[in-house]
């Protein structure tokens, strides 16, 4: 017994310690293979980590370039004008590096909440690169930008220079003082087609308001047909390609969509047989489109037979940096672009109030604005209720007057 004993025992103990040894070595071979991943990583973060230390001119050129490209995108988003920007440039060298520093003066003629600038800021210079700060003086706040810990932009928001309102009712905008010559406000309401009620809710509001009709859809020609008999303006909402940074894909802004790698013929094609199925359309606007907007030649294309057919074009302004308007202009096509989007799917009554607001002012500052909304529950509630009080302020007009 005791031998069996001694037997079955070493027998455990061997096989443990084949075991051990077996797990050892497993666990020997995941350690090399995580060191030599972590090594791999290591080396590729060295070596970035020794271009950020050591960054030659080209390279921060080209980081500057984006860090602009991006404060555009913010600027453009808080709904401030080219024109309310003024930019000095001054070259700045430290030993061997040499860049060009800007600052940016941005005047506030809208109602932008500082909140709000810090929060389209971080978004848009989310990168590891750059670094924002941010800070108060007087009226003023300044955001200072580094990259790679080399200041490269100063911007000054300037809160003077804004009107003051209460954002308490739509009411406080309308008790300004009148001038001789009312303001005039187009508002051009986007993505009609899908619904037949749509257009009898919308026109019952107010027949000066512009429908923008998208193709292909179950009720596109009736839509433009009851706007037409109303006298309302119609326009085609003619779909192009987005940016996929913009959430959606080409194949997502709907049947006749623009795309940037389509042939001149292909474009043309499609663009003949998109402007004939909505009928009575007295000008165009872009759907979606912040990456075929982008592309001068493609959109030189589109806008030379928009002209063609005695059409004018609104551009929606979908991106900032969308050739669309001044393009236009350069080809002497008729032409308008949108100051400000009055909605939102995923805000509230408040802010379609707080934007018509916005919307009143800025017609106020240059004598005119146009505004684009959609076919949402909550708008056409606040434009039910508003629109009385819009027009005892402002001109409202179709888009058509507000072309040249």
């Known amino acids: 017994m005791g031998k069996r004993y001694r037997r079955f025992s070493k027998a455990v103990r061997k096989s443990n310690t084949q075991k051990a040894g077996k797990l050892r070595a497993y666990l020997f071979t995941l350690g090399l293979v995580v060191f030599m ?13 020794f271009n950020v230390l050591s960054p030659s001119t080209s390279s921060i050129d080209g980081l500057i370039n984006q860090v602009d490209k991006n404060i555009s995108g913010a600027l453009f988003n808080l709904g401030v004008s080219l024109k309310d920007v003024k930019v000095t440039r001054e070259k700045r060298k430290d030993e061997e590096l040499v860049w060009e520093f800007k600052i940016i003066r941005v005047k506030l003629t809208q109602i932008v909440k500082e909140d709000q600038i810090k929060s389209e800021f971080k978004r848009f210079l989310s990168d590891f690169y750059i670094t924002e700060e941010f800070r108060k003086s007087g009226a003023f706040l300044i955001v200072n930008i580094s990259v790679y810990d080399i200041p490269t932009h100063t911007i000054e928001f300037d809160f003077e220079s804004k009107r003051p309102y209460s954002s308490n009712a739509i009411d406080s905008v309308f008790k300004q003082k009148r001038t001789k010559i009312k303001p005039q406000v187009a508002i051009i309401v986007d993505d009609l087609g899908l619904e037949k009620e749509a257009v009898n809710r919308i026109i019952g509001i107010s027949k000066k308001l512009s429908l923008a009709v998208l193709p292909y859809l179950p009720y596109s020609r009736y839509t433009a047909e009851v706007a037409h008999k109303n006298g309302v ?16 894909m080409g194949v997502d802004a709907g049947d006749g969509v623009l795309l940037v790698g389509l042939s001149k013929q292909e474009i043309l094609s499609k663009l003949d047989r998109t402007l004939e ?4 359309i007295k000008g165009v606007n872009n759907h979606m489109g912040s990456k075929f907007t982008e592309n001068e030649e493609l959109m030189e294309i589109v806008l030379k037979e928009i002209k063609a057919r005695g059409l004018f ?48 002012l800025i017609s106020k500052e240059k004598g005119y604005a146009i505004g684009i909304c959609h076919p949402y529950p909550a708008t056409i509630k606040v434009l039910s209720e508003a629109i009385h009080g819009i027009e005892k302020e402002v001109n409202v007009v179709p888009v058509s007057k507000l072309v040249e």
């Not at 991943?37 to 980590?49: E, H, N």
């Not at 199925?277 to 009575?280: D, R």
């Not at 551009?315 to 350069?330: C, E, F, H, I, V």
């Open 313 to 360: 074009f609104i551009d929606s302004r979908t991106s900032p940096n969308t050739t669309g308007y001044q393009l236009a202009r350069k080809l002497k096509v008729r032409t308008a672009q949108r100051d400000l989007f009055l909605d939102d799917p995923r805000r509230d009554e408040r802010y379609v109030r707080d934007q018509i607001k916005k919307l009143i």
């Open 233 to 248: 303006d119609v326009l085609l909402h003619l779909p192009m390609e987005p940016k996929e940074s913009s959430g959606y």
């Open 37 to 49: 991943v972590l090594s791999f990583y290591s080396i590729d973060y060295l070596r970035k980590l």
């Open 277 to 280: 199925s909505v009928p009575y």
